[in-house]
């Protein structure tokens, strides 16, 4: 029943819609050709002018997406060796450290116990 029904109500709208869609197109058709010749001076005058102006900001953008880029692998090089300094050499520097106090005081023991 329900597909009965969806066909009936589908055939009554495209009877309804139909004859709309043939006005529409008369009416429409002749109204966007005389848009176009109208606008056609306009398009023309955007072409001229405007597409200059879009070269020269993409070209703009280009090369502040490279400057950043550029930018961007700078400071990532900077944090990388800044991590590599924190937790590589910064551990290696105070174990030599300790192992340099430790060793400085027992040789310091070792004199003392000499004299």
Do not use: E, N
Request: aromatic residues 6%; without cysteine; proline residues 5%.
């Amino acid at each position: 029943m329900p597909l009965i029904r969806f066909l009936l109500l589908g055939l009554l709208a495209l009877l309804v819609l139909m004859p709309l869609a043939g006005i529409l197109t008369i009416i429409g058709l002749p109204l966007l050709a005389v848009g176009f010749i109208v606008g056609l001076p306009v398009l023309l005058l955007l072409a001229v002018v405007g597409f200059p102006v879009v070269v020269v900001l993409v070209l703009a953008l280009v090369a502040l997406g490279i400057i950043l880029g550029l930018l961007g692998l700078v400071v990532g090089l900077g944090i990388a060796a800044l991590k590599i300094a924190l937790f590589i050499a910064l551990p290696i520097f105070l174990i030599v450290w300790l192992v340099g106090r430790v060793s400085d005081r027992k040789k310091q023991q070792a004199r003392a116990a000499l004299h």
